[in-house]
């Protein structure tokens, strides 16, 4: 076992501890990644849906769920793809009012020089020069 994706309910039972027989599971499974055992994959849009569901069935503060998210991503036994364009991503995302989402895709498109193609005016907001608003 090398490799293992990680649901999200393994870091929501780890982060929130509301169900305790599972968060202790889901504990032990972080322990043994940590150990060298194995490493987690977290997919992008897991990392989407525990922002979304800290914030709006557990009621963290923005700013709260975000540094919880970050600390849990960090350690190099977490693989996520694009790691580095999503840890920026949460960085702006924490300070700001604009949706995670749309601040990934800026970080994405910006770490591949790319534009953004939107009708969205936060992009404007996060960077002017790589938006094309249609």
Sequence with gaps: ??????????FLRFLTKDIPEQAHKAEGYLRKAQKGEFVISVLQITVV???FHLEKYYDLPR???????????????IDVEHKGE?????????????????????????????????????????????????
């Design 1 to 10: 076992m090398n490799n293992v994706y990680a649901d999200t309910n393994i």
């Design 63 to 77: 700013l709260k769920a975000t540094e919880k998210v970050i600390l849990l991503i960090k350690p190099n036994w």
């Design 86 to 134: 999503v840890v920026k991503a949460l960085y702006k995302y924490k300070s700001g009012k604009i949706d995670f989402v749309d601040v990934l895709t800026w970080a994405m498109a910006k770490s591949k020089d790319a534009k953004i193609l939107s009708f969205d005016h936060d992009f404007k907001i996060l960077e002017p020069s790589i938006w094309i608003n249609p």
């Design 49 to 51: 849906e525990i922002l």
